[in-house]
Antibody
């Protein structure tokens, strides 16, 4: 069974940093490109970015609102996806989902709250 | 960036009725890479349809997707009680892989 388990969320002050992790299992993690999607409380889905597999170049794309502040990376030896979030803003408060490909399988999410 | 508009915002229906949800893109979606998701309260989204018209594994056949280019449709042939949820479309043909704002299907 394919599983994605996010961790690392929490409460952080504006301007702070946080790193989210996503552990994948039940599939060949190194062959998959992975995505982060977020959902602010009571709002819709927002694509954050993705990272391709190493065989596809391992390149990343980030959405405009997070470009320059967030960085997606992966450690295929640990079957783990990361989201490094710096210079956090109150509008980054959301439930962050780890997603296989563009949307095949979703984790349950980890909550990030940015507040003073 | 491709913008997606979904209509209606809310669709009030009764069980057994047929429902049609629309997703319109601001420019043509490459290779018709358009997906539909269902999200129930407190749950993560679930993939229903990919590449505009292909059912994902486990998607009941009362759900069907159609369309191409800029206009796409999700049809629920006969609404079941478990289908009341929010439905999102997403294009994944060109980065950023944008989502529509969603259509809420609720009970009339």
């Amino acid at each position: 069974e394919v599983q994605l388990v996010e961790s690392g969320g929490g409460l952080v002050k504006p301007g702070g940093s946080l790193r989210l992790s996503c552990a994948g299992s039940g599939f060949t993690f190194s062959n998959a490109w992975m995505t982060w999607v977020r959902q602010s409380p009571g709002k819709g889905l927002e694509w954050v970015g993705r990272i391709k597999s190493k065989t596809e170049g391992g390149t990343t794309d980030h959405a405009a609102p997070v470009k320059g502040r967030f960085t997606i990376s992966r450690d295929d030896s640990k079957n783990t996806l990361y989201l490094q979030m710096n210079s956090l803003k109150t509008e980054d408060t959301a439930l962050y989902y780890c997603v296989l490909y563009y949307g095949h399988v979703w984790g349950q999410g980890t909550t990030v709250t940015v507040s003073s | 960036e491709i913008l997606l508009a979904q209509s209606p915002g809310t669709l009030s229906m009764s069980p057994g009725e047929r429902g049609t949800l629309s997703c319109r893109a601001s420019q043509s979606v490459s290779s018709n890479y358009l997906a539909w998701y269902q999200q129930k309260p407190g749950q993560a989204p679930r993939l229903l349809i990919y590449a505009a018209s292909n059912r994902a594994t486990g998607t009941p056949d009362r759900f069907s997707g159609s369309g191409s280019g800029t206009d796409f449709t999700l049809t629920i042939s006969r609404l079941e009680p478990e289908d009341f949820a929010v439905y999102y479309c997403q294009q994944y043909g060109s980065s950023p892989f944008t989502f529509g704002p969603g259509t809420k299907v609720d009970i009339k």
